[in-house]
């Protein structure tokens, strides 16, 4: 049986009158790639940033691998991965620059930092780029290298935000396969997306409409459930009353 190492019950945000995210309960198992889906307004931000202890909930609790959010999240910070939206290296530093000053900050000693740089350049396929501004490089590449960093540490979970905005099929495709690479090493992936085809890649997919959890299961039970033959169909199928436009 897998671990749980994410739990949350009844977890709640509230911005004066406003609930961005309303009671959300759901546990994410050791290795698992977790989707958490919905349209922009849903609360995916609002709930990830309490999952990552940068925003405190307003009630309700949520342990992230064993830590408490309202406690610990300092541990929990340690014990974690990040990719925000937007890209998230510095652009003035180069790719070796960059690598270094993460892992330096997620306390890899110098030998582990020599040895991780050149694992992830030849990973990559970066050897050429190594001593380029990141700020020169292709999206794709970008992205690549800043999910890598993220897992530079062998974190025991990386919460992406929409990892792959912007990027072309094949990147992503590619994109996708580091994911699966890291989970196959025992990293918990909780990734939010609004591409519905990367939603298939997932092992169990939540559905957000509204500040409320509307669905939680594999994608092919969803598809089943609804009677759709995709997730977009399914997604159009929960989204539709939604009335939020904006996160």
């Not at 889906?37 to 990830?48: C, D, E, I, R, W």
């Not at 582990?112 to 990559?124: A, F, R, S």
């Not at 935000?161 to 094949?170: K, L, N, S, Y």
């Not at 519905?196 to 997932?202: I, Q, R, V, W």
């Amino acid at each position: 049986m897998k671990n749980i190492v994410i739990k949350t019950d009844k977890l709640t945000k509230r911005f004066g009158d406003f609930i961005a995210t309303n009671e959300i309960s759901f546990e994410v198992y050791d290795g698992e790639i977790f989707g958490f889906l919905g349209a922009n307004g849903a609360g995916k931000t609002t709930a990830m940033k309490m999952l990552c202890g940068l925003s405190t909930p307003s009630s309700g609790s949520a342990t992230i691998a064993g830590f408490d959010v309202y406690k610990q999240a300092e541990q929990i910070k340690k014990n974690i991965g990040y990719m925000s939206q937007k890209f998230s290296l510095y652009e003035d530093l180069n790719v070796i620059e960059n690598i270094e000053f993460f892992g330096g900050i997620y306390g890899l000693s110098r030998k582990q930092l020599v040895h991780k740089t050149d694992e992830l350049i030849t990973q990559l396929g970066l050897q050429t780029e190594a001593k380029k501004l990141v700020g020169s490089l292709p999206l794709g590449w970008k992205q690549k290298l800043a999910f890598s960093v993220a897992v530079l540490h062998e974190p025991k979970i990386v919460f992406l935000d929409e990892p792959t905005g912007g990027v072309d099929p094949i990147t992503r495709r590619q994109f996708w396969d580091l994911i699966y690479a890291a989970a196959d090493r025992g990293i918990t992936i909780f990734v939010t997306t609004h591409y519905m085809d990367e939603a298939e890649y997932c092992n169990r997919i939540s559905m957000m409409v509204d500040g409320v959890m509307k669905a939680l299961d594999t994608p092919a039970q969803l598809k089943q459930q609804f009677n759709a033959g995709s997730m977009d169909e399914v997604f159009f199928e929960l989204a539709r009353g939604a009335k939020r436009k904006a996160d």
